[in-house]
């Protein structure tokens, strides 16, 4: 199993603020297991915490501003897509004023920063969003959608379509989040020159400049409306007459606008708060419909907080019923379960499947058979104990046996025909032969029980 991972390290990067013009300082510090991203605003007396989920946005009309009691960051996403895909899962960003540096309006120095430093593992597994369903959001005012379709890793397709004759359709993917740094890391921020207006009137865009963004002039205006317009951004007068990309620096990529784009996209959907395992094809994103579709997936993860393990019936098990009666003493009628689909150094996945043919339904009950809730636990149980067996030497000659049960809950009736997952994980290392446990049995989606429990390891006489 994949462990959640930090930094090894701290560091710092200086720059201006895209829209305050401000000169800005930021540092990105490790952080402990199940921490997640935060932002701290250390220009402020109390240095208050904003934790960077989806229903913390406020704003996404030109970036990605989170907020708390009324203490706000801004333009974080290019910041958070480096995270992510780097596979930094705790992190603690420290930033002096109201935005994150734009440096050169892309993730690159970020991505810098990261490697220079290095990542750390840590202790506590990851704990994936995994998208089973297809799963699609539409914004019909615009065009845009996104979706979401099951896969086995985290890939991004990004459709960008603008009513422009310079940058009309374009298209970028990102199949291996391994190969962010070098194909999308580098993608600057775009904005068209009739934006830039509207943008200035608006007070945004004080620390925009040809080195911080690609400028597309791709409708005519007349000559002294383009000088005034220079003027204001700083930048020599040019042609008025000549369509194009304005930038002191050539494209990175001739679709470098959609690759920035799909960076947006990490960057945004980074908010969910766990990784993803999933593939995402969006047509016409923006800043809005990514966070809309982060708080449905948010929304989502607290109506199920705990997700069923993946069961696939055509792969061969990991423990057949042979191998589990090698480890456990347990038989018939007692066998609570059938087999191991899966299982890690810390973790493991059985099945119970649930027949009308049990013997415990000839009285529990005659009219309506309902799979008795301590029956429930001993089975989970039985999946933590091949989990604690499986690590010692000649299991045959040692037992399991309960020393203590913990918030025991049941949350609707197994019956026959049900199909129970149990996932099981320690709590903690074993010691001295003594385990703790805390363990969900699945019905399909849903949560039927959860208990933690205490086990001991003992030697058969």
Known sequence: MLKQQTLKGSFTLNGKGLHTGLKLTITFNPAPENHGYKIQRIDLDDQPIIDAVAENVIDTTRGTVLSKNDVRVSTTEHALAALYAAGV????????????????????????????VGIEEQSAPKDYYIVKSKMEFRDDSTGSSIIFLPDENFSVNALISFDSGVLSNQFATLENMADFPEEIASARTFVFVREIEPLL????????????????????????????????????????SKLGYINHTPLVWANEPARHKLLDIIGDLALIGKPIKGRIIATRPGHTINNKFARQIRKEIRLHDVQAPVYNCNEPPLMDVNRIRELLPHRYPFQLVDKVIEMGANHIVGVKNVTSNEPFFVGHFPEEPVMPGVLQVEAMAQVGGLLVLNTVDDSKLYSTYFMKIDNVKFRQKVVPGDTILFRVELMQPIRRGVSTMKGYGFVGENVVCEAEFMAQIVKNK
Do not use: W
Not at 92 to 107: H, K, M, R, T, W
Not at 111 to 116: C, E, M, P, S, T
């Open 201 to 240: 009137h608006a007070g945004l865009i004080k620390g925009g400049d040809l080195d911080n963004a690609i400028v597309i002039y791709e409708k005519p205006m007349t000559q002294e409306n383009f000088d005034k317009l220079a003027d204001v951004m700083k930048v020599p007068h040019m042609d008025a």
């Open 89 to 116: 899962d705790n992190c603690l960003i420290q930033v002096n004023g109201p935005e994150f540096p734009i440096l050169d309006g892309s993730a690159k120095q970020y991505v810098d920063g990261i490697q220079r």
